[in-house]
């Protein structure tokens, strides 16, 4: 008994661990970063705030695509990159073009607070 519970404590230790490994911690400095990327009905800006060295906030301020499916990734992805803390979300079934667009914008709004 003694020797299966010193197992599974071992394989839970290495699981945890291995996990750790896939996640890298980004720092950024504090500040307010605008970029744009293509969608699919011209381009798609945000302004992407950083506090405390953290994602604080994604907000698309300008877009030109299509009312009803803007809204269906806009609702989520934004919101997807602060909780994770990363542009590697998923995009919303719908609205791809438009997901990946936020993405792509947010990443290339976060090269300029890289640390």
């Known amino acids: 008994m003694k020797k299966a519970l ?3 404590a071992l394989s839970t230790m290495l699981v945890g661990s291995l996990a750790a490994c896939g996640e890298k911690t980004v720092e950024y400095t504090d500040g307010t970063y605008e970029a744009a ?8 800006k945000v302004k992407v705030t950083v506090a405390d060295s953290k994602i604080a ?4 301020v300008d ?3 299509t009312a009803g499916i803007f809204e269906q990734a806009n609702d989520v992805v934004p919101a997807a ?4 803390q ?8 719908g ?10 914008a ?8 890289t640390k």
């Open 6 to 8: 010193s197992v599974l």
């Open 37 to 44: 990327a293509q969608g699919n009905n011209g381009e798609v």
């Open 57 to 60: 906030t994604v907000e698309v």
């Open 63 to 65: 877009h030109a695509e």
């Open 81 to 84: 990159i602060v909780e994770k």
């Open 86 to 93: 990363t542009t590697e979300v998923d995009t919303v079934t």
């Open 95 to 104: 609205a791809t073009n438009t997901s990946k667009a936020i993405i792509e």
């Open 106 to 113: 947010t990443k290339e709004a976060l090269k300029g607070a």
